[in-house]
């Protein structure tokens, strides 16, 4: 298996401010105080787990299928796929994967099966169904999640679900005119995503704790929690 969007993670590592918002949203929902594995689900480039590791000291599971992926992971904890950890998790992220499995449901009562009583999930998706464009196609999602879906899909998994709001509210509007722009493939213009990085998403996070991100989003971002 390949992962297909490969091109567009390359340059969304030039995206600081995104990368360090959803930094700190991780941390905000306690992975600090996790007990038991710490558990990068869809680690891709690694990216978030180096970035983890260094803040918490600790080493970081990721589990990534992509074969392409695996040149990216040297010097990480590798597991293909969920079922091949041997030690229960305290604490599962996922930043923009679920949405690429089709079956999404029964993955998070896999991550759930996984978890230590009291461990804890954080996931980070696209929002909107209708903001589906050809960057979505190009990477490989099967959809974008409503809040109200999310939920309900964490909740039937066996989750309590303690917050879900919507992340980058002017990221809403930026993909509103992506999706219509003529002759767009679905790639990331590095300029124009490290002047979004610098001039917007500092704004957008000011406007996601305004609003406490209950109106709109280009994403959602969800904790939850094993009873």
């Known amino acids: 298996m390949e992962y297909s969007g490969e091109d567009n993670l390359d340059v969304m590592n030039l995206a600081h401010n995104h ?6 949203e991780i941390i ?21 787990a180096g970035k983890l590791q260094d803040i918490l000291g600790t080493s970081i599971v990721c589990i990534e299928p992509a074969d ?3 040149p990216y992971l040297k010097g990480f904890q590798t597991r293909k796929n969920i079922g091949e950890l041997t030690e229960k998790a305290g ?29 804890k999930l954080f996931l980070h998706v696209p929002a ?6 050809a960057m979505d196609k190009k ?16 909740r039937s998994a ?35 995503l490290v002047s979004y990085d610098k001039l917007v998403i500092p704004l957008s996070r000011l406007l996601d704790k305004v609003t406490r991100g209950s109106c709109c989003g280009k994403n959602l971002i969800l904790t939850a929690v094993k009873d």
């Open 139 to 154: 990477v490989g999602h099967y959809r974008r999640y409503s809040r109200k879906e999310l939920i309900a899909k964490c």
């Open 68 to 70: 392409n992926m695996m």
């Open 28 to 48: 905000n929902a306690g992975i600090t105080e996790a007990k038991g594995k710490i558990v990068d689900f869809g680690a891709g480039n690694g990216l978030y």
């Open 91 to 119: 604490f599962i992220y996922s930043l923009d994967v679920l949405e690429h499995i089709e079956d999404d449901t029964s993955v998070l009562k896999q991550m759930y099966e996984t978890m230590l009583p009291e461990g």
């Open 128 to 133: 909107f169904q209708f903001l589906y464009s």
């Open 158 to 192: 066996g989750f309590r679900v303690t917050k879900c709001r919507y992340m980058d509210f002017c990221g809403f509007f930026a993909s509103v005119v992506y999706k219509y722009l003529p002759s767009t493939d679905g790639s990331l213009n590095p300029k124009l």
């Open 19 to 24: 990368i360090q918002y959803i930094t700190d």
